[in-house]
T-cell receptor, first 112, second 116 residues
Framework: GDSVTQMEGPVTLSEEAFLTINCTYT??????LFWYVQYPGEGLQLLLK?????DKGSNKGFEATYRKETTSFHLEKGSVQVSDSAVYFC???????????FGSGTQLTVLP | EAGVTQFPSHSVIEKGQTVTLRCDPI?????LYWYRRVMGKEIKFLLH????????ESGMPNNRFLAERTGGTYSTLKVQPAELEDSGVYFC??????????????FGPGTRLTVT
């Protein structure tokens, strides 16, 4: 079945540091890929997505590129802020199934 | 426009009791999903409604869980009787497929269930 493997956390960075959170997947066909973020006390929010190979999703300074050859969708940001502290989830949906398959989440803490 | 809402935000019950969680999707969204995250692990799919019909309930863990969506609006998820391993955060999400936009799902804040 489909699965998502996500970099284990927690991750602690200083403000303005570079962020990478690794995500790889296993899926049948050509999945759509997503990054969701959960800020403290809030629900999950879609951060960015990519629906086909080589697409780059971007939002709020975050980027991720759909790499079919390496089955990866790594999340990056060039300069993190304290306000980026949250839990980040990589996810996919594939085939006719509508439900999302999630990774285990990565807790990010950014220190001032 | 109001987002997805869930009630209660937190519930603490004893093993063997019954709990009912409620989800109100975004108005006009035909698709409604339930997920849960147990013990800080990955978020797992439970089931999917299209309007009032269960499209996919392959993720429901056992027959102690019953989901309904009468009239195709809000949904309830009942756990009866609750067990310790049911503790976790239960998320609801809704979506309205739109041409060219894929299946973006909008999530509620979740209900944290603690079974003691």
């Amino acid at each position: 079945g489909d699965s998502v493997t996500q970099m284990e956390g927690p991750v602690t960075l200083s403000e303005e540091a570079f962020l990478t959170i690794n995500c790889t997947y296993t899926a049948t066909g050509y999945p759509s890929l997503f990054w969701y973020v959960q800020y403290p006390g809030e629900g999950l929010q879609l951060l960015l997505k990519a629906t086909k190979a080589d697409d780059k999703g971007s939002n709020k300074g975050f980027e991720a590129t759909y790499r079919k050859e390496t089955t990866s969708f790594h999340l990056e940001k060039g300069s993190v802020q304290v306000s980026d502290s949250a839990v980040y989830f990589c996810a996919l949906s594939s085939g006719s199934a509508r439900q999302l398959t999630f990774g285990s989440g990565t807790q990010l803490t950014v220190l001032p | 426009e109001a987002g997805v809402t869930q009630f209660p935000s937190h519930s603490v019950i004893e093993k063997g009791q019954t709990v009912t969680l409620r989800c109100d999707p975004i108005s006009g969204h035909d698709n409604l999903y339930w997920y849960r995250r147990v013990m800080g692990k990955e978020i797992k799919f439970l089931l999917h409604f299209v309007k009032e019909s269960k499209q996919d309930e392959s993720g429901m863990p056992n027959n102690r869980f019953l989901a309904e969506r009468t009239g195709g609006t809000y949904s309830t998820l009942k756990v009866q009787p609750a067990e310790l391993e049911d503790s976790g955060v239960y998320f609801c999400a809704s979506s309205q497929e739109a041409r060219g936009r894929g299946y973006e799902q909008y999530f509620g804040p979740g209900t944290r269930l603690t079974v003691t």
